[in-house]
């Protein structure tokens, strides 16, 4: 059964830092490019980041210099390194299979996300 539960928001000051982790179960990252993306109170889901098979990285412009996207294969744990985070990063982080930047759905074996509030 295919699973992915995402873990590590919460609420942090402007310029702090997070780590997110997501754990996959029923399928190995590392053979598919994995996703973050994010959904603001109110608004769609937007793409963040993408890891592809070969490890190669792509970022939003939003996020790009800030945010670090990583994959552990021995565990088949996805990572998100948050930091200089601001309050527009407020949002609920999921993390997902495929490497599309528009066009997100959400699908039925993606977990609960993360939810992650970036206030003074």
């Known amino acids: 059964q295919v699973q992915l539960v995402e873990s590590g928001g919460g609420l942090v000051q402007p310029g702090g830092s997070l780590r997110l982790s997501c754990a996959a179960s029923?399928?190995?990252?590392?053979?598919?490019?994995m996703s973050w993306v994010r959904q603001a109170p109110g608004k769609g889901l937007e793409w963040v980041s993408t890891?592809?098979?070969?490890?190669?990285?792509r970022y939003a412009d939003s996020v790009k210099g800030r945010f670090t996207i990583s994959r552990d294969d021995d565990k088949n744990i996805l990572y998100l390194e948050m930091n200089s985070l601001k309050p527009d990063d407020t949002a609920v982080y999921y993390c997902?299979?495929?490497?599309?930047?528009?066009?997100?759905?959400?699908?039925?074996?993606w977990g609960q996300g993360t939810q992650v509030t970036v206030s003074s």
């Open positions: 997902a299979d495929g490497d599309r930047t528009t066009g997100w759905v959400k699908q039925y074996y």
């Open positions: 029923g399928f190995t990252l590392s053979g598919f490019s």
């Open positions: 890891i592809y098979i070969n490890r190669n990285t």
